[in-house]
């Protein structure tokens, strides 16, 4: 692929967007949904990370030419038997708002001893242009869940989330840190490879 090549993310999430752009560098010209305020609300009806993606960003491409890169991705709960995994961003009821999923899964996780905490984010990038899907990628990274919200930075449930051999949430350790190693920067980096294949 040639550098400054144009790349379509299939959100409307500002976080994710700037997550993947201080990922990929400049060598790609990134823009998401909000400059294509015609693309329709894709509904997440899947029940994996992989549909879910392969659903957005199946149905963006088929409004532009670029090659478009879709996102889903979650946190995974082992004591809550994977929850709220493909339900993250609904965890507390459609249009529940970062809050109040924070809320619900410190209560769910009230009674849960620090061992048996442990948890994973997990992000699922599916790339496709002209309605095929053209390649898909996968990262995880392992950590345990906090008693409280811990931090400010980054979004979603970063301030309850302490990956593996930090002491430190997410939120607290900042988005440099934690776009160094997260699952979405793990998918990210095989992205990156395949695009400069390509
Ligand atoms: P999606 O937009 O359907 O992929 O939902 C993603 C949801 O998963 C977000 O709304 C967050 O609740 C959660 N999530 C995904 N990635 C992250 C992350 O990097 N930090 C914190 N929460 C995340």
Redesign the pocket.
Known sequence: MNESSSIIIA?R?SHKTEEITSILGNSFVVTDLTAMPEAPEVE?TGTTFLE?ATLKAVAISRLTDALVLA?????EVDALGGQPGVY??RFAGSGAG?QA?NQKLVADLAAVPAEQRTAR?R?VMVAAQAGNVLADFEGTVEGRMLERPRGEA?????PLFVPDGYQQS?AELGTTVKNSF???ARAMKQVVTWLRER
């Open positions: 959100t999430n997440e879910n996102d889903d991705s979650g946190l993250s961003a970062v999923n984010f992000c980054g979004f979603g449930y970063d997410f997260s699952h979405r």
